[in-house]
């Protein structure tokens, strides 16, 4: 058995719903009320990607970053 590790990005929604993706697979995403649930949605979501997809077809995970907007001048 095989160990990987992916990114996940983590966001609440304005019902302070946890959303979660996998920017390695295509529309790879779900949700959760509480943080632990949300984790454990992704990691069974991340497993049924990986059963439909071939190492050469994932995305290039790059990195995360902060741009600064500024707004109303």
Known sequence: MKTIHVPII???DEDGVFIVSCP???GC???GK???EA???IKEAIELCMEDSHP???NTFVG???V???QGV
Do not use: M, Y
């Open 39 to 41: 984790l454990a949605r």
């Open 34 to 36: 509480t943080i632990d």
């Open 56 to 58: 050469e077809s994932l």
């Open 64 to 66: 995360f970053r902060e």
């Open 10 to 12: 983590i966001e609440t």
């Open 68 to 70: 600064e907007i500024v």
């Open 24 to 26: 390695q697979f295509k």
């Open 29 to 31: 995403h779900t949700f």
